[in-house]
């Protein structure tokens, strides 16, 4: 008697041409109610993504009464000298932070892709560290390095932190990991066969770079560069606990809605902030459909050679960068832990106790902790729900380019822009949606639509794997699609769908920008908590919040290798062969 996994080829292959019979007979009941799905999910992401950002065009040619004024707010902004310095400081300081980091992001992945030195794991594991965290431990961190009473003021001479160089090493330190793992998947991808031919040849190190590795990996590198200069700019958090004077368009922003309640003002701040991130989205979007077609071809895995000095020096210097890495979370940690800096360094929990817990600051933990066990269950089972309904199933194939074009739109919108466009539309009083302003469903829906698009596009990925087979045969056997869905799509894609829940996990956790403007007393994020505790000098009790974030954030890590490893055993066991 064969096993089901050998009887499955067989099962395929005799009902294929029964579903070839029936493919133009009418739909089945279940077709339908897919059919509504998808058009649920058009109107869902129209009106939670498109709504929004056309209200901030709205605001921006009107006055605070509402009246039509055209282009005159945009002319006041661009005449105010202070506000026109902002569009400058901005672009320089983006392109200053993706000048810094795509060199040494390469170099990091250099080392871990093409020599032989130990640790490489170590290394890696440790670069991500960044993204365990809310972008605002890096800039408290460096002011307690190099501030005014920094441990290490004195190397700066009299340059002050509080300005461009905070701002840029502290976005440098949080926007590295992003750039790191693009990189290092264009250097895996490179051809073993040409690094063998030219060796072969006698060609030296340097050219082999020159003409092999950077050619290989010029539309990472270019990715890497956008994505930093696009987080560069869109982030506003640590500009504004460390940049002092020095205004960007993400502090106008703030400033306009939160400082001044000024609206108008803001969307139309809001939508100069959205030129670079979409310009930088087409370019992006461009790179990536040329880099797929670049992969078509079958490429055989380089493997690197030992060289024991090229591996010392690589070594060196991952070593170095690594330890400026946990320097940076080390002295956020040990400041949660010490009674008073610098003048009393004694050890304790007054800040975690006293700071957090009796000051009513802890519940703005658990809400975030809630945010983001809301986001994993919601987010994770609509985004892949709505990835399979757009790849598998049939009908409607007009409503399915629209569907695609409006999961990628949220890539390019910052997370102010969609957070102040929420405000707008959310807030009016003739929308009949409006009941969700203030609570902690505008803060899960907001939050899953700023990071569809990458969750999105892991879940097409997915699918894509699977052959539209298994899709033939529950139609010729009248099954329904959800049953398909259940039965053989969620175990089969079990990896990604977990890898989806973890990314929203950690980004729910850390995420500022877009739920700075949405919070309620009741629903104040631990983020949020971090840069009011910051603004009222209250650094102890930050950087504790901070720390819970970050263990919270790794435990996550590590209970999602533990699942992996213990699901996937069971749910693709069908994946060995016996």
């Known amino acids: 008697m064969s096993s089901p996994a050998n009887a499955l080829p067989l099962t395929i292959a005799t009902a294929t041409p029964a579903f070839k019979i029936k493919s133009r007979q009418q739909s089945h009941w279940h077709d339908h109610i897919g059919h509504l799905l998808l058009i649920c999910a058009c109107i869902g992401l129209a009106v939670f993504l498109l709504m929004p950002v056309l209200m901030i065009l709205i605001h921006s040619v009107q006055d605070q009464n509402g009246r039509y004024v055209g282009l005159r707010q945009f002319i006041e902004y661009m005449s105010t000298p202070a506000l026109r310095q902002s569009i400058g400081n901005t672009l320089m300081i983006a392109t200053s932070v993706t000048l810094l980091v795509i060199p040494t992001a390469f170099t990091f992945a250099y080392a871990l892709t093409r020599s032989m030195m130990p640790c490489k794991r170590l290394f890696r594991t440790m670069s991500l560290i960044p993204i365990l965290a809310p972008s605002l431990l890096a800039a408290i961190s460096f002011i307690q390095w190099f501030g005014t009473q920094g441990a290490l003021k004195g190397l700066l001479g009299g340059t002050s932190i509080y300005g461009p160089i905070g701002i840029i090493i502290s976005e440098s330190y949080g926007v590295f990991p992003h750039a790191l793992m693009i990189i290092i998947t264009a250097l895996t991808l490179a051809d073993g066969r040409l690094y063998e031919v030219a060796e072969s040849l006698g ?154 817990v009796e000051g009513g600051i802890l519940e703005s933990y658990l809400n975030s902790l809630k945010l983001a066990l809301y986001v994993v269950i919601f987010g994770t089972t609509l985004i892949f729900s709505t990835a399979y309904l757009v790849e598998k199933t049939r009908g409607l194939n007009g409503v399915r380019p629209v569907i695609r074009m409006l999961a990628l739109l949220p890539m390019g919108v ?96 850390t995420t500022i920008s877009t739920v700075v403007f949405l919070y309620s007393p009741d629903t104040t994020l631990a983020s949020v908590a971090i840069l009011n505790l910051e603004a009222e000098g209250k650094i102890g009790p930050a950087t504790a919040m901070a720390t819970l974030i970050v263990l919270t954030s790794a435990m996550v890590c590590g209970l999602y290798a533990l699942t992996t490893r213990v699901l996937l055993k069971k749910a693709q066991r069908w994946r060995s062969t016996v």
């Open 203 to 356: 060609t030296g190190t340097i050219r082999k770079f020159r003409t092999i590795t950077l050619p290989g990996a010029k539309y990472g590198l270019i990715s890497a560069a956008l994505v930093v200069f696009t987080f560069t700019v869109n982030d506003f958090g640590v500009p504004k606990v460390i940049g002092g004077e020095f205004n960007v368009l993400a502090m106008d922003v703030y400033q306009q809605v939160i400082g001044q309640q000024n609206f108008n003002k803001g969307a139309v701040v809001s939508l100069l902030l959205l030129l670079p991130a979409l310009m930088a989205f087409v370019m992006d979007f461009t790179i990536r459909r040329k880099l797929q077609s670049q992969l078509s071809a079958r490429a055989v895995p380089y493997v690197p050679k030992r060289n024991r000095g090229f591996d010392a020096m690589m070594f060196v210097y991952c070593s170095i960068i690594c330890a400026l890495m946990l320097a940076v979370l080390g002295m956020a940690i040990f400041t949660s832990f010490i009674k008073l800096w610098p003048y009393n360094l004694s050890l304790s929990v007054d800040h975690y106790y006293f700071g957090l």
């Open 414 to 509: 910052p997370g102010l822009v969609l957070g102040l466009g929420y405000i707008m539309f959310f807030n009016h009083p003739s929308n009949p949606l409006s009941f969700l302003y203030h609570g902690m469903l505008i803060l899960v829906l907001s939050t899953v639509v700023h990071y569809f698009t990458s969750s999105y596009l892991t879940a097409v990925t997915a699918l894509k794997a699977i052959d539209n087979e298994f899709e033939a045969v529950s139609a010729s056997l009248k099954v329904p699609f959800y049953k398909t869905f259940l039965r053989v799509t969620v175990p089969v894609c079990l990896p990604a769908v977990l890898d989806i829940g973890r990314y929203l996990f950690i980004n729910a956790m």
